[in-house]
């Protein structure tokens, strides 16, 4: 028989996996709080034994008070403050309180953090990040640690639960409407390449161009990173050609505030000259002179089911682990029909 089908005999307790795992109580306990001490053969051992014998999966109730974590990148932007939002209403309808980690990387954890939060023992964990390595996911569910993965920012594995939203109908939904407006010339600008939701937006974005029968050139094809910065850089470059586009989609709202800013340094009107198109919908988008025109990712929604479903995981009554909320296009001010030309 292998370690990993050792039994369990009567009641799963601490007491009864250290037998079998032919360990002290007190490496069992190391393991559960993800203290050091213990060998890594060792540690996977007492965690399958965890597992295979019922007792991660006992102790279902939530008191009142419990942690749950949110784990996110930063916290310097509208995206992230909808997120915090979300999440913290669902905790405190159910009594929980919030925490907050921020590890500054959007793909992948610190070293430090699972330690970290094995240590804090929350009920569950939403986390922004996708590439939770099988070791990690399986150390959190030997602990009973449900986690989802909330607007991944790449591809998460199959079972990893994730909530997300529908970018790439959104990325061809704005280019739609840009179309429907008579513009043939536009640009895209995505986010970094390593996001699955920009390769999304911009994918949704080549469809609709293809559908519609207009060829993209290439020089109208940018990139940069989700910041106000990267928007005004690519905007200025794209502004700058001897045939500059009509129209811009940009990655994020962010990205096309700051195609706003670069169109009035250069002396240009929105939308008489150039047209932009926003994604996610934060507030900025809203305030800016004039109002964006943008695609809503609902993300304070999004948030708030990733966390019942973190909540349902941990109960044991989740009926799905993956949803995908739909986005949709908010026009505003800051599109319009092209400028006709004067032969």
């Not at 795992?21 to 399958?48: C, F, I, M, Y």
């Not at 998460?156 to 639960?161: H, K, L, Q, V, W």
């Amino acid at each position: 028989m292998s370690e990993r089908t050792l039994p369990v005999p009567g009641r799963p307790t601490l007491e009864a996996i250290a037998r079998a795992a032919n360990v002290s109580l007190s490496t069992v306990s190391k393991v559960l709080n993800g203290r050091p001490g213990v060998s890594d053969a060792t540690r996977r051992r007492v965690e399958e034994l965890l597992l295979d014998s019922g007792y991660a999966r006992r102790g279902g109730d939530l008191e009142r008070g419990g942690i749950v974590e949110l784990v996110v990148a930063e916290l310097s932007t509208e995206w992230a403050v909808e997120l915090i939002r979300g999440v913290e209403r669902v905790t405190r309808e159910a009594g929980l309180v919030l925490a907050l980690s921020v590890l500054g990387d959007h793909l992948q954890p610190t070293a430090e953090w699972l330690p970290g939060v094995l240590s804090r023992k929350p009920v569950a964990v939403v986390l922004t990040f996708s590439d939770l390595s099988a070791e990690q996911r399986r150390q959190l569910r030997a602990r009973n640690i449900p986690f989802v993965v909330l607007d991944p920012a790449g591809d998460p594995p199959p079972d990893a639960p994730a909530i997300g939203a529908t970018n790439w109908a959104g990325g061809r939904s704005a280019t739609r409407h840009l179309l429907e407006l008579g513009h043939r010339r536009i640009a895209v600008i995505s986010g970094p390449a390593d996001l699955l939701c920009s390769r999304a937006r911009s994918a949704g974005f080549h469809s609709a161009m293809a559908e519609a029968g207009v060829e993209v050139d290439p020089a109208l094809v940018g990139s940069g990173g989700f910041s106000r910065s990267a928007g005004e850089r690519e905007g200025r470059r794209l502004l700058a050609l001897d045939e500059p586009p009509t129209a811009i989609v940009a990655g994020n709202d962010l990205q096309a505030l700051g195609v706003l800013d670069a169109a009035y340094g250069l002396g240009l009107e929105v939308p008489a000259d150039l047209s932009v198109v926003g994604f996610d919908d934060v507030a900025p988008a809203g305030w800016a002179r004039p109002a964006l025109t943008t695609v809503r990712q609902p993300l304070r929604e999004m948030a708030e089911e990733a966390a019942r479903l973190a909540l349902r995981l941990r109960a044991g009554t989740a009926d799905t682990t993956r949803l995908e909320l739909a986005t949709s296009l908010v026009v505003r001010e800051s599109t319009a029909a092209p400028r006709a030309k004067v032969f």
